[in-house]
């Protein structure tokens, strides 16, 4: 069982940038895929940026250049700097650790980002 808390949400004007940070319960925590996922209001969920095992590391187009995901193991947390940001970032972003690719796996609450142009 893996436990999830996001945190590092907030406001910030177009063009700023924030760091969330994602730490997690649990042991094994350098054998999980990490993600961050983001829900904008009225949109679905939808795959942000990930992280494996070791330490390769995709982006979604839409965020390509202007956020990076990083994490580290000793310490049991994911991060995602998001550099540069606008409007069409505002979402609720999530934290979802699993072991393989293709399963659900574990998922925080949630952290909000709103972006103010």
């Known amino acids: 069982q893996v436990q999830l808390v996001e945190s590092g949400g907030g406001m910030v004007q177009s063009g700023g940038s924030l760091r969330l940070s994602c730490v997690a319960s649990?042991?094994?925590?350098?054998?999980?895929?990490m993600r961050w996922y983001r829900q904008a209001p009225g949109k679905q969920r939808e795959l942000v940026a990930t992280?494996?095992?070791?330490?390769?590391?995709n982006y979604a187009e839409s965020v390509e250049g202007r956020f990076t995901i990083s994490r580290d193991n000793a310490n049991k947390k994911v991060f995602l700097q998001m550099n540069n940001l606008n409007v069409e970032d505002l979402a609720t972003y999530y934290c979802?650790?699993?072991?393989?690719?293709?399963?659900?796996?574990?998922w925080g609450k949630g952290t909000l980002v709103t972006v103010s142009s």
């Open positions: 979802n650790a699993r072991i393989l690719a293709n399963e659900y796996g574990y």
């Open positions: 649990g042991t094994s925590f350098s054998l999980y895929i």
């Open positions: 992280i494996d095992r070791a330490g390769v590391t």
